[in-house]
């Protein structure tokens, strides 16, 4: 067996802390560009770059901020095709140039060797300034380092790829072991797949198996790769009690052992010192071999170094370790089933039937075909004839009947057939009753002799079950004739064993067969389910638009079944059907078809269609021909059937809530594609999705229709209110007016006040409800002008004075400077009416603070009370149309005018939004797009 070569495995563990350790060190990008800013930091310049190139590939740049990167990549590229020395590397560069600016470029140098250099490191000093020889020895020294860094990154990339590499190929070296894994058929050979293929896998220089036989306590090397002679004398067997000997500590612990280095092995093995001297290994893994948790052997592994094992490779040791076991497990297994079947053919010819029948029953899935052929195989030497009977929800079905001579065949038939004994049950019966084989002697006539008269023969019988997991599927009838010896209790052993074997492979073979039939259902319910998804997916992207979710139902349904697809819904006075979408994969086949359809359309009760919508149920049809719908009072169709010739049809009716909405049909050509009933169950399933998604798409129709008559009814309403409001609030005020001219009771004045503001509050309202009718209908305008809204603020405060004194609330306005903007005045009027009315109302009677400032390019208005506050959960819901929180809910109002000031707010371009706690203020703010106004 020859020892695998040495390994690279120091350098790559080297490489694989290296890289582990990287993560932890600055990115190459960072250390460029700090020792760019270093560059241009001593040189006191700002335009500094580099650009380099890694073996012939595109440049890079990295440039100090404020410089063009292409200008630089430019440059750099000249200098980088440049001037070379003799051994190709770059050479230093200065362009002097008085007048406008000088050019220094230092090349990147990766190494001390010449021709080194990777990239350049240029400076652009102005106004012709020369550099010293200091700063281009300092700039040659910051080139240096990049050089470096760069050379640093490279080597870790070609680090990286060589340790991939190396994983690619341990991992393929395992993979050859469990391949080769697969074909062992004895200990020997998985002992030496696993240290030929799995020494090179895992790294490894020698290696040791040791097994321990069954009912023994030593274990027996049975195979060693790379060991020392003087190593295996010693380790060739291990007695399970040698503390001081090789692998026996694993099989103890029954856990893998690890020894990293020589310091360890000769203190855990002191005996194994001397021959080891100073040589491999150094260091050793020592894995059970486990099966069915049971030790039973032994995996050693030597390594030619010192070295700790990481947890990967303790991984892979350990799993190479359960293949070896499993595969020495299956071994053992074929080594002793291998013995077995010697030890039975070595019974003589009667057992090799047993093997032949064996070998029938598990090389066929048909299983008459394989009862039948046991019976074939006892024909001759163990019996005569045979009969084989199934036994199958109580029914007894006679499957074959057969003798060693083909013309005795009507003998065998005789012999097997068992009527009933005065009202008993038959022989038979009793045998698939009680699962118990039976011996029986039976008498035949033999021929007449014309001297002896009639003669009898006696032949012996067996008849044995066929159980199989205590289910009687049958019976095997052996027969032997009176010229040869009777069947003795051994032939009935015999025929049961046959029988056994024969059983198991009808119920394998009928598990194989529910198995196929439940893949292939499960099958074509994946593929139905796959078409339910997709319709239900469809229609949830087609929305509610009931137009648009007809066409995909229709082209869907198309697509799945074949063929064409059409979609009648009852109309308006539920008597007649019409067509409201149809598909068809051919173009012209579809218009022929809406052509038949509309012109004999369904009624109620008639047609195809008509009869699914009168009783609910599916019409299932597998050819329909022309010629069978002429008589019919609504030939629905007939025109396509006549120009296409006979066709499959299934139509299911479209039902949803209690109700028939109308039918979904598919139609196809029938020669040899007739519909099953999977499609039929599948269209079901369908229509039960399409009724739903229809029904919904016409409610939310209604609801629309509905939304949109309430918006309307709103809008004539509230412009019907308003003109006789305008006219009472006109004579409200003439009235108070006149009651204080005339000086008239502080009480009359009073209420004449108080009507004023109930007649303003109802307008309001009113205008509130006008809001909701523009906004919900999209009609809301804007009638934009150049405005202040410093001087809008103050305006509205001044107007609104009286009634935040009513409420209690001080009034503190910060609106001093002008921040114009070009707004819609009346629509920021009702903006500012209703914060200030909010925070009268909520305030608690409390400081009110209004402010008005310019931030950036946004008009910001903050209206600030110190009241009840709004929770957090409740800040986004207040902006809803109709919603108040819980706290306000004793306040009176529609729960409109947020909503409105935010729709106002946001046909400005602007928004809105309010910071809160409850019992400590809020604070609304809304932000408007001030004009674009660029810098003189």
């Not at 029986?440 to 008849?463: F, N, Y």
């Amino acid at each position: 067996m020859k020892v695998p070569e040495s390994n690279r495995g120091a350098a790559e563990d080297r490489v694989t802390r290296t890289l582990e350790r990287l993560p932890l060190a600055p990115s190459v990008e960072a250390v460029l560009e700090a020792l760019l800013r270093e560059a241009a930091s001593a040189l006191v310049v700002s335009d500094v770059f580099m650009c380099w190139r890694e073996d012939g590939s595109e440049s890079h740049v990295l440039v100090m901020p404020g410089l063009s990167v292409d200008a630089a990549r430019a440059r750099g590229e000249r200098l980088l095709d440049g001037l070379r020395d003799i051994d190709g590397g770059l050479l230093p560069y200065v362009a002097l140039d008085a007048e406008r600016e000088v050019l220094v470029a230092l090349p990147l140098l990766a190494g001390v060797e010449p021709g080194s250099g990777v990239g350049v490191l240029c400076a652009v000093l102005p106004e012709g300034r020369v550099p010293s020889e200091e700063e281009l020895a300092r700039l040659g020294l910051h080139a240096r380092l990049a050089g470096l860094a760069l050379e640093r990154e490279w080597a870790v990339a070609r680090a990286r790829a060589e340790v991939e590499q190396a994983e690619v190929l341990r991992l393929s070296r395992l993979q050859a072991v469990t391949e080769a894994f697969g074909q062992t058929l004895t200990r020997e050979e998985v002992a030496h797949v696993v240290l030929d293929l799995g020494l090179p896998a895992v790294e490894a220089t020698a290696g040791m198996v040791h097994l321990t036989a069954e009912g023994r306590t030593a274990s027996e090397l049975i195979a060693a790769v790379g060991v020392a002679d003087a190593l295996v004398e010693p380790l060739r067997e291990l007695p399970r009690g040698g503390e001081e000997l090789l692998a026996q500590t694993a099989t103890r612990a029954e856990a893998p052992v690890w020894l990293e280095t020589v310091a360890a092995i000769r203190e855990r093995y002191p005996a194994l010192a001397e021959p080891l001297g100073e040589g491999p290994p150094r260091s050793l893994a020592l894995l059970p071999l486990f099966v069915e948790g049971r030790v039973f052997g032994t995996l050693a592994f030597g390594f030619e170094r010192e070295k700790g094992f990481s947890a990967l490779e303790r991984a892979s040791l350990v799993g190479l370790s359960r293949q070896c076991g499993q595969a020495l497990e299956r071994a053992r297994l074929y080594e002793r089933e291998h013995t077995a079947r010697l030890e039975a053919e070595a019974l003589g010819a009667r057992l090799s039937l047993l093997a032949d029948a064996s070998a029938l029953v598990s090389g066929s899935l048909s299983w008459e075909e394989t009862v039948a052929g046991v019976a074939r195989l006892a024909l001759g030497h163990f019996a005569d004839g045979c009969a084989v009977d199934s036994y199958e929800d109580g029914v007894v079905r006679r499957l074959a009947v057969l003798h060693a001579d083909p013309e005795k065949a009507e003998r065998v038939l005789e012999l097997t057939s068992f009527p009933l004994d005065a009202g008993q049950p038959s022989l038979l019966s009793r045998v698939l009753t009680s699962g118990q084989s039976r011996l029986e002697t039976r008498r035949t006539r033999g021929p007449v002799d014309a001297k002896l008269g009639a003669s009898w023969r006696a032949s012996t019988v067996i008849l044995t079950p066929l159980v199989a997991r205590q289910r009687t599927l049958g019976a095997l009838t052996f027969v032997r004739d009176s010229e040869r010896a009777p069947f003795d209790v051994t032939d009935v052993s015999l025929a049961e064993e046959l029988a056994r074997r024969a059983a198991l492979a009808m119920d394998n073979a009928r598990l194989f067969r529910d198995a196929r039939a439940a893949e292939e259902e499960s099958r074509r319910g994946a593929a139905r389910l796959h078409v339910l998804v997709q319709v239900s997916q469809l229609i949830a992207e087609a929305g509610l638009d009931l137009p648009t979710v007809l066409d995909v139902l229709a082209s869907k349904v198309s697509e799945a079944l074949g063929g064409g697809c059409v979609l009648q819904l009852l109309g308006e006075d539920r008597e007649q059907l019409e067509v409201v979408a149809a598909h068809h994969p051919d173009p012209q086949a579809r218009g022929v078809l809406e052509e038949a359809l509309r012109r004999d359309p369904a009624r109620v009760g008639e047609g195809l269609s008509g009869r699914v919508v009168a009783t609910g149920k599916t019409l299932f049809v597998p050819r329909l021909s022309a010629e069978e719908l002429r008589g019919d009072r609504s030939p629905e169709g007939v025109g396509f059937l006549e120009r296409y010739g006979p066709q499959s049809l299934i139509v299911v009716p479209l039902g949803a809530r209690g109700r028939v909405l109308g039918t979904l049909g598919v139609i196809r050509e029938a020669r040899g594609r007739e519909y099953t009933a999977e499609e039929r169950a599948l269209l079901e399933s369908l229509a039960a999705r399409a009724a739903l998604a229809i029904e919904d798409a016409r409610l939310y129709g209604a609801a629309t229709q509905a939304v949109k008559a309430r918006d309307e009814l709103l809008s004539v309403a509230g412009h019907e209110l308003k003109s006789p409001l305008n006219a009472l609030q006109l004579q409200i005020h003439l009235l108070a007016r006149m009651a204080k001219d005339a000086m008239a009771a502080s009480g009359l004045a009073e209420r004449a006040e108080k009507a004023a503001r109930a007649g303003q509050r109802l307008g309001l309202l009113i205008d509130d409800l006008l809001d909701v009718s523009r906004i919900s209908a999209g009609r809301l305008s804007l009638n934009r002008e150049e405005l202040d809204l410093a001087a809008l603020t103050r305006e509205l405060v001044s107007r609104m004075s009286e009634e935040l004194a009513r409420a209690g609330s001080e009034v503190r306005l910060v609106a001093d400077v002008e921040v114009l903007g070009h707004w819609d005045k009346l629509r920021l009027e009702q903006v500012l009416v209703n914060l200030l009315s909010n925070a009268a109302k909520y305030g608690a009677g409390r400081p009110v603070t209004v402010q008005v400032e310019s931030r950036g390019l946004v008009a910001a208005l903050a209206v600030r009370d110190e009241g009840i506050g709004v929770a957090q959960e409740d800040q986004e819901r207040i902006f809803e149309r109709f919603e108040r929180t819980e706290s306000a809910q004793h306040f009176k109002g529609l729960g409109l005018g947020l909503w409105i000031t935010k729709r106002i707010v946001e046909a400005h371009g602007g928004g809105i939004r309010v910071e809160s706690q409850p019992g400590r203020g809020s604070t609304f703010t809304v932000e408007l797009p001030l004009p674009d106004v660029s810098p003189r």
